[in-house]
């Protein structure tokens, strides 16, 4: 074997590895290696084998009949030092305990991540009835507030290179049309924030707002907010406290 064929077969098995770990990482719970297989298409022998490795190095984890495979521990220890070494995280955090203290609201800070928004901190609503909120959970940009918020941000020729003419529906609310889509990122250009009717639970409407110190942004702050508890004030009180956490937090970042 040639060295350039050796250096392609390294190239592969990396690719590969991360393609699991994606993998895992986007379905909770343990996997049998024949569902693994189906989803990823690699040889049985190869996959097994990976499989394996990843496991003696705990980036994979087996369950007690060892057939059964899911994410490992060391992924969490990447993602929390990813969180732990960001500046924009770390500058938001006073901000973002600000902002849930105005609303008493759920908040999230996210950023964008190709078609989808990723959150990288929340503040959890004290009210019994309140959004579920996690770190790291990984939503469709066009049915998220965050996500028109930051989609807002690029020209429509951008969002049409980024987007499918048909989006995944994850409610009877959201926008399945690309440019329907397009049309709605005009009313967020001209009004400073994005709205989230339903789009993506049931019950839940939220508002989010892009943080400019980027251009074309890649993170935004939002408040979600039950719809059984939102009235006309507190909708206006909850766009002027994000008005308000946008402006801070841009003052916060603008030398990163």
């Not at 290696?33 to 996959?47: H, N, T």
């Not at 490992?72 to 030092?81: E, I, K």
């Not at 996210?110 to 959970?137: E, I, K, N």
Request: proline fraction near 5%; aromatic fraction near 4%; hydrophobic fraction near 40%.
């Amino acid at each position: 074997m040639s060295a350039a064929d050796t250096g392609g077969s390294q190239v592969k098995s990396a690719v590969r590895t991360v393609e699991l770990l994606e993998y895992f990482a986007a379905r909770p719970g343990m996997h049998s290696l024949a569902s693994v297989q189906d989803a990823v298409g690699y040889p049985k022998s190869s996959l097994y084998m990976l499989l394996r490795t990843l496991v003696d190095l705990d980036w994979v984890e087996t369950d007690t009949t060892g057939t059964r495979y899911g994410i490992g521990v060391r992924a969490l220890l990447v993602g929390t030092s990813y969180l732990d070494g960001d500046e924009v995280v770390a500058a938001a955090r006073p901000t973002l305990d600000r902002l849930a203290d105005d609303t008493t609201e759920t908040i999230h800070l996210a950023r964008l991540d190709g078609t989808h928004v990723v959150h990288l901190a929340t503040r959890q609503s004290p009210h019994h009835l309140r959004p579920s909120a996690r770190v790291g959970r990984r939503l469709p940009a066009h049915a998220t507030s965050l996500g028109k918020a930051l989609l807002a941000t690029h020209t429509d020729e951008q969002v049409r290179a980024m987007l499918p003419p048909s989006l995944p529906r994850l409610t009877e609310h959201t926008l399945t049309d690309r440019e329907q889509l397009i049309e709605e990122l005009h009313t967020v250009r001209e009004q400073g924030c994005a709205v989230d009717r339903e789009e993506n639970t049931l019950g839940l409407r939220c508002f989010g707002v892009a943080v400019p110190y980027r251009t074309p942004a890649r993170d935004a702050i939002s408040c979600s907010v039950p719809v059984a508890r939102l009235t006309p004030e507190h909708e206006q009180q909850i766009k002027d406290a994000l008005s308000g956490a946008r402006d801070r937090l841009a003052l916060a970042t603008r030398r990163l």
